[in-house]
């Protein structure tokens, strides 16, 4: 029994999709300078592991000032504020997008448009603009967290309010429900589920970002580990970087299961 072939434009549309990805490729390679690895890149490297696998347990906690604990603590409170603050302000920005809450394309454009907006700017590029504003420490990573969350979460809650059953809605207006006890009674309970799946998700993410944000002085435990790579404190890099990891997996496990009980 003879197979049947593919028509010749199919192959034809594959050849054109294909060929314009190794294009794409190419053209991305193009512009990365490849000068090599430098003479002290085996030496570094070999350093950073044994650093690693011997890290400096003392500074797990010093008494008489900052130590791990204390930064993977000021680290974990940046990831947790910012979450909150962009979970609950993006809520009115969800609803501003959706366009089963507003009739009007303008109203739903411009809310497009704000979260996009938001979206734009990275959590670096912010909490480096919110030094200057505000100086440099953990609140100048909180708000560059929270603010850059909005536009992420608002697009995932507004997803969510649009695919909702218009059914409850439409029983309850029936009823001269107002839009407030419509909003209460059937839109809420059909999106909080996802709402908080999706903020736990989010809280993931922020606490990897907040890790980082003290790099450029957001605070977290990114200062103390900018301050001993430079210093070439291989070891306690190590022990800084095993905290981290030993945060951000006991984050995820915790996570994980709230979103299973929550979804």
């Known amino acids: 029994m003879m197979r049947p072939q ?56 010093l008494p008489e000032g900052e130590d791990l604990l204390r930064g993977l ?31 009007a394309r303008f109203t739903t454009g411009t809310g497009k448009f704000m979260l996009s907006f938001i979206r734009t700017f990275p959590e670096l590029v912010m909490a480096l603009l919110f030094i200057k504003a505000v100086g440099p420490g953990s609140f100048a990573g909180v708000l560059a967290l929270g603010l850059h969350s909005i536009g992420m979460l608002g697009k995932l809650f507004s997803e969510e309010v649009e695919a909702i059953d218009p059914g ?24 909080l589920p996802s709402f908080m799946s999706y903020t736990l998700y989010r809280f993931e993410i922020n606490l990897r970002s907040a890790s980082i944000l003290g790099i450029i002085g957001a605070g977290g435990i990114g200062t103390p580990l900018i301050f001993a790579m430079q210093s070439r404190d291989w070891e306690r890099v190590g022990i800084i970087l095993l905290g981290i990891i030993v ?4 984050v995820d496990m915790i996570s994980g299961f709230l979103r299973k009980r929550v979804v």
């Open 73 to 103: 603590l000021d680290t974990l409170a940046i990831a947790v504020l910012g979450t909150f603050i962009s979970a609950i302000l993006c809520i009115p920005f969800a609803f501003w997008e959706s366009k089963n809450m507003n009739r």
């Open 168 to 191: 409850p809605s439409e029983a309850l207006a029936a009823t001269g429900a107002n839009r407030i006890q419509t909003l209460r009674l059937a839109v809420l309970p059909q999106v």
């Open 247 to 250: 945060m951000v997996v006991l």
């Open 6 to 61: 593919k028509p010749k434009k199919k192959i034809g549309l594959y050849i054109l999709i294909y060929g314009s990805l190794l294009l794409l490729y190419i053209w991305a390679f193009s512009g990365v300078p490849m000068d090599g690895f430098k003479d002290t890149a085996g030496q570094i490297t070999k350093a950073i592991f044994s650093g690693i696998f011997s890290p400096d347990w003392d500074y797990v906690y």
